[in-house]
């Protein structure tokens, strides 16, 4: 039986499938297979084209909510293209911003169990999107500036809403507590006198 290396990408959104796929064949032997696991149809649509392009036919699977496609390396692999390029984001309409600031002081959402609470901040960040006002800002400091860890599903719901014309602050002084710099995926890094100065101004500041 042949052995079939994972690659699963459920709770990522465009290009981060593809970069991992790409990152995947690029150090693979010929003659491997893999399968790609992604959540959502704009993913799995944006993947089978750059697979598609790159000289790759992959069978395509549905189970329990989530698309798998299932691939071998050939040796006629073609050179891999810029996996950006194959993003095709789903249009949303422009809405308009309330006159309130997003305050996350924790990667958690209320307190009494912490994997409930990571279940709940995930579930708040991508229902912000969804908003008929939108906030003008985020900011996160303490430990909600892990909110903004590279790979995270939340890290991913906020660079869509950065992507809509929210602004995303990072305390720089949590961060270097914290030693993640290098691994934040999104956000501006800022001081405290920059968000002391942004929540005293703010008409509402609203603390999930």
């Given at each position: 039986?042949?052995?079939?290396?994972?690659?699963?990408?459920?709770?990522?959104?465009?290009?981060?499938?593809?970069?991992?796929?790409?990152?995947?064949?690029?150090?693979?032997?010929?003659?491997?297979?893999?399968?790609?696991?992604?959540?959502?149809?704009?993913?799995?649509?944006?993947?089978?084209?750059?697979?598609?392009?790159?000289?790759?036919?992959?069978?395509?699977?549905?189970?329990?909510?989530?698309?798998?496609?299932?691939?071998?390396?050939?040796?006629?692999?073609?050179?891999?293209?810029?996996?950006?390029?194959?993003?095709?984001?789903?249009?949303?309409?422009?809405?308009?911003?309330?006159l309130y600031t997003i305050v996350l002081k924790s990667n958690y959402m209320g307190?009494?169990?912490?994997?409930?609470?990571?279940?709940?901040?995930?579930?708040?960040?991508?229902?912000?999107?969804?908003?008929?006002t939108l906030p003008q800002e985020i900011i996160c400091y303490n430990s909600g500036?892990?909110?903004?860890?590279?790979?995270?599903?939340?890290?991913?719901?906020?660079?869509?809403?950065?992507?809509?014309?929210?602004?995303?602050?990072?305390?720089?002084?949590?961060?270097?507590?914290?030693?993640?710099?290098?691994?934040?995926?999104?956000?501006?890094?800022?001081?405290?006198?920059?968000?002391?100065?942004?929540?005293?101004?703010?008409?509402?500041?609203?603390?999930?």
């Amino acid at each position: 039986m042949k052995e079939t290396k994972t690659i699963d990408c459920c709770g990522m959104l465009c290009p981060l499938p593809l970069i991992e796929t790409k990152k995947a064949i690029k150090a693979a032997k010929v003659g491997e297979y893999f399968k790609v696991i992604v959540d959502n149809d704009t993913s799995l649509s944006n993947l089978k084209k750059y697979l598609s392009d790159n000289g790759i036919s992959a069978v395509y699977n549905l189970e329990n909510g989530k698309h798998t496609l299932a691939f071998q390396v050939s040796a006629q692999l073609q050179p891999m293209s810029n996996p950006a390029d194959y993003c095709e984001l789903p249009s949303t309409e422009s809405k308009p911003k309330g006159l309130y600031t997003i305050v996350l002081k924790s990667n958690y959402m209320g307190s009494g169990n912490d994997t409930l609470g990571e279940m709940l901040m995930k579930g708040f960040l991508s229902t912000v999107s969804e908003l008929d006002t939108l906030p003008q800002e985020i900011i996160c400091y303490n430990s909600g500036v892990k909110l903004a860890v590279k790979g995270t599903p939340t890290a991913e719901n906020l660079k869509k809403l950065n992507s809509m014309g929210i602004k995303i602050t990072l305390c720089g002084t949590c961060i270097d507590f914290f030693d993640i710099k290098k691994e934040i995926a999104v956000g501006e890094i800022s001081n405290m006198y920059y968000i002391a100065t942004r929540l005293t101004e703010s008409n509402q500041i609203v603390e999930p």
